[in-house]
C-alpha cells in the first residue's frame, strides 16, 4: 500500500496490493475502488441499524481520527487484497 496524493480537502488517496484505490476523507468515511474501475468508490465504514418508534434506518460509523481511518485501509488491504 502507497500513498499517492494528498488532496486540498486533505484526503489521502492511497494505492493497495491489488492494485484498487484506497480512499481516507476528512470527514470521516473510508472508500474503496471496485477492482478494474477506480472511479467507482464504495464505502467501507460500518453500518449501525437505528430503530425509530415506527421503522429503522442505517447509519454509518464515522471514524474522525485520521489514523485510525489509515488503519482502517490498512487492515482492509492485508485482508481483501492479497
Not at 480537502?9 to 481516507?24: E, I, K, M, N
Not at 472511479?39 to 418508534?53: F, I, M, S
Amino acid at each position: 500500500m502507497e500513498l499517492l496524493k494528498v488532496t486540498k480537502g486533505g484526503a489521502l488517496h492511497f494505492r493497495l496490493s491489488d492494485g484498487r484505490l484506497g480512499v481516507s476523507y476528512e470527514s470521516g468515511y473510508v472508500r474503496v475502488s471496485i477492482k478494474g474501475d477506480n472511479k467507482r468508490l464504495y464505502q467501507v465504514n460500518k453500518l449501525v441499524k437505528e430503530n425509530t418508534k415506527d421503522n429503522y434506518f442505517y447509519k454509518r460509523i464515522l471514524i474522525n481520527n485520521q489514523y485510525d481511518r489509515v488503519n482502517m485501509l490498512i487492515n482492509f488491504n492485508n485482508n481483501n487484497c492479497i
